[in-house]
């Protein structure tokens, strides 16, 4: 398995400090139902993680507004001490509000007890990366992101954060960062049927910046499904598997990070890696995105 994970290739970013395979694994779903309390299965939970980096993913996206808490420490107890080469990316600039609602967080204190959050539960001295997370829970939202990110250009200087990021942010947004910090990735809401940030790919691909898409099958209406599903049946792969290796296709700085709480499902993510969709299923799902835009 760990070989199928390298076939999609690796990426470089962060002045080439960072290596990580193209293939990562997003820990949100290892909370509770709608990302809140402890998971279903606690002891699965534990297998994916296990699983997941015994087939080579070193780089698994998190944050501790995911339970609250729950998931870091999960991950703090599946790994921790953690194995060498392992780049764990965690987000910051929102909190849980007793009513399972997402509130954001974004004032300097905030921001810096979201970080020591992070710390603690994960059981480190520094974050590898630290996104600062914008918008709302798909789309961006336009204004200014100086003091949030200033704040955590701040932490950064004191070692408590290697790397900076950015999530559900423009390229406004982006630029502006950019003159406080260098931003060594950025992660929005993108998948063959949203592909508002079409340019925005192309544009990180020319400077080295990796993106990672989110919800890589949020979005979809019926006949895009039926599409998709055709897709899939032409190739003998799962829906999901065609949507993730259309991702790998779609730009060489796209790192994904599926996530599950299910050990099989994993496997099937991870089996993406070695997919190669011919061109008349990429013709077949850009006509996704062609008839989602009207």
């Known amino acids: 398995m760990t070989k199928e994970i390298h076939s999609a290739g690796t990426f470089s970013f962060a002045g080439n400090s960072l290596t990580v395979n193209r293939m990562g694994y997003g ?16 002891e699965e939970a534990v297998r994916v993680l296990h699983t997941a980096i015994g087939a080579g993913v070193n780089h698994i996206d998190t944050s501790d507004f995911y339970g609250p808490h729950v998931t870091n420490r999960i991950i703090r107890q599946a790994l921790h001490p953690y194995p060498e080469g392992l780049v764990i990316v965690t987000k910051v600039g929102a909190r849980r509000g007793d009513d399972k609602s997402w ?35 798909l ?15 701040e ?3 004191r070692g408590l954060i290697r790397h900076l990021g950015l999530s559900n942010v423009t390229p406004a947004q982006l630029s502006e960062a950019r003159k406080i910090a260098d931003v060594v990735c950025v992660q929005n809401f993108y998948n063959v049927a ?24 949020g979005g979809f209406t019926p006949l895009q499904s039926s599409t998709l599903d055709a897709a899939a049946a032409a190739v003998g792969a799962t829906p999901m598997q065609v949507a993730l290796a ?49």
């Open 139 to 153: 789309t961006p939202e336009e204004g200014s992101i100086e003091e949030p990110f200033t704040a955590l250009a």
């Open 246 to 294: 259309w991702l790998l296709q779609r730009s060489p700085n796209m790192l994904l990070i599926p996530g599950t709480s299910s050990v099989k499902h994993l496997r099937e993510n991870l089996d993406a890696a070695t997919l190669r969709l011919p061109p008349e299923t990429i013709a077949a799902l850009d006509s996704v995105a062609e008839s989602a835009q009207g």
């Open 103 to 137: 509130i954001p967080a974004r004032s300097p204190r905030e921001l810096t007890d979201g970080v020591h959050d992070n710390l603690r539960n994960l059981g480190l001295e520094s974050l590898d990366v630290v996104n600062l997370r914008v918008g709302g829970m």
């Open 155 to 157: 932490l950064k200087e």
């Open 194 to 217: 949203n592909r508002n940030d079409d340019e925005f790919i192309a544009d990180l691909a020319s400077q080295g910046i990796p993106y990672v898409p989110f919800f890589p099958l």
């Open 27 to 42: 820990a949100m779903q290892l909370a509770g139902p709608y990302v809140w309390g402890p998971p279903r299965d606690p």
